[in-house]
């Protein structure tokens, strides 16, 4: 097994010669089996490593001696070691977070500063191939499209994972031949979490019951699913070269009253803000291919979510069709049949009265009831983690992958609610409101952030449990509220 791990870190250059790696330990036998590697991994390659374990403070007696296991193995294995006390019931309460999700915040943040202190280039941490068969059940369940189906990556970006195509079993063996012991945390045993149940009942059962080789055959087709997506997303970046292109067009005032009224309203002071497809190109392209043009026209434009099949084979007729047709879109995006080119314009509605709706662009800015709040899309990386783990009371990062609708800034209506854990639980936003103690009178003046009924932001308290940035997220939307001056 050793070996194996060691071919998966030089398949994917997780490390170099002369590298600072950073190994989060927990004391559990994933970790520790990782920290084993890691530490006779160096006799094969120069490096230099150091074990961070974070102790949360939530078990009491039984967390601190999680951290003294540590230590000790540290010590066995010659490996120094550097235990960091958390402060996570202070997070659940300031931040309205759960205890799981405050820890994993805290754990990464602490690994990233670390790493800046430390100038380590890599922070290897201990997930497994039954942890990618977990992710992409859960993933596949929640309706995931094929970027969520590829689970989790081996590398990303600072974060190499060299046991996730290893079994727990394999990595239980190996301990047991090696003479390590390991920490066992309750809270992994208990199925009060989807993942947990996962775990516990629906791989074990499939493995049972169908193959005993499920876990490991889930894992394989997601490797295979992320190639064929990095393989689509090559050809299209290809194709995006040779037939997609985005300007801000300058338009004279004569040429703006001369302009169609859908025109006109579509642009900004003197510019609109224009992307376009070449028909000559596109046309000679695979149906696939076509349709990753058509989103990615889409999302540089703004204000497209989720692009629907009905819309792709609308936009697809509109491409066949004479000069002149056009058609709305969702998000205030009007395509149109040009000579040559399928255009794509942003509408630009106009500002409306404090306290009505508000179409929010992404990426894009906004006035709306004495802010000015401002959107940024990009895609995720574990740079982005230690701002998102830092985040203020008033800028936000949220997943975009999981958002079905236009963004409306608004307040509060009858239906609102918000999912309050990773189980898809809803809670009516009325009943938050009452569980925040908010006084009655107030609540009409907070401000939200709707995807139609669902509130991804409680403008200044929580954010849905659903629009929270995972390890699977591929698009990260930064939102920002500064109150003007």
């Known amino acids: 097994m050793r070996k194996h791990i060691f071919q998966v870190i030089e398949k994917y250059h997780m490390i170099e010669p002369g590298m600072r790696v950073i190994a989060g330990v927990s004391g559990g036998a994933d970790s520790v089996c990782l920290l084993s590697i890691l530490a006779r991994y160096r006799l094969e390659v120069p490096f230099t490593l150091l074990a961070v374990h974070v102790e949360h403070g939530l078990r009491g007696q039984e967390s601190l001696e999680d951290a003294e296991f540590v230590e000790q193995l540290c010590g066995k294995l010659s490996v120094p070691c550097r235990v960091v006390h958390a402060q996570v019931r202070q997070r659940v309460r300031e931040e309205k977070l759960s205890c799981e999700e405050a820890g994993r915040a805290e754990r990464y943040r602490i690994f990233h500063e670390t790493a800046k202190e430390w100038g380590a280039e890599r922070i290897a941490v201990a997930h497994n191939q039954n942890d990618q068969a977990e992710t ?46 390991w920490r066992t945390d309750r809270t992994n045993l208990e199925a009060d979490f989807t993942r947990n149940r996962i775990r516990l009942h629906l791989l074990p059962q499939m493995e049972e019951e169908l193959n005993g080789q499920a876990g490991r055959h889930i894992a394989e087709a997601a490797g295979r699913l992320r190639e064929i997506q990095d393989y689509i997303d090559k050809k299209a970046d290809e194709a995006a070269a040779r037939c997609l292109r985005e300007n801000a067009i300058p338009f004279s005032a004569a040429s703006l009253k001369a302009a169609p009224l859908e025109v006109r309203t579509a642009l900004p002071a003197g510019k609109a803000p224009s992307v376009w497809i070449l028909l000559e190109y596109y046309n000679k392209e695979e149906t696939l291919i076509r349709e990753e043009l058509l989103k990615r026209a889409l999302r540089k434009c703004g204000g497209m979510k989720d692009v629907g099949a009905v819309h792709l084979e609308m936009l697809e007729r509109l491409a066949g069709m004479d000069c002149g047709k056009s058609c709305d879109l969702p998000g205030g995006i009007r395509a149109v049949r040009e000579e040559g080119i399928l255009r794509f314009l942003k509408r630009n509605p106009e500002p409306e009265e404090s306290g009505s709706e508000r179409i929010l662009p992404v990426p894009g800015c906004v006035s709306y009831c004495g802010f000015c709040v401002t959107t940024e899309l990009t895609e995720n990386t574990p740079g982005l983690k230690k701002d998102i783990l830092e985040e203020k009371k008033y800028t936000k990062w949220l997943s975009y992958d999981t958002i079905t609708g236009s963004l409306l800034l608004r307040t509060r209506k009858t239906g609102d609610y918000l999912v309050i854990n990773a189980d898809g639980g809803t809670k009516k936003l009325k009943d938050f409101f009452i569980d925040q103690k908010i006084p009655r009178e107030m609540r009409d003046q907070i401000l939200l952030l709707a995807d139609g009924s669902h509130i991804l932001w409680v403008v200044g308290w929580r954010i849905s449990e659903a629009a929270k940035v995972t390890d699977t997220t591929e698009r990260v939307m930064k939102i920002q509220f500064v109150k003007s001056p």
């Open 136 to 181: 992409v059940l859960w993933n596949l369940a929640r309706g995931s499209g094929l970027q969520g189906l590829g689970g989790i990556r081996p590398v990303q970006g600072d974060i190499i994972r060299p046991l996730l195509f290893t079994e727990r079993r394999e990595i239980e063996a190996y301990l047991y031949r090696e003479g390590l012991s």
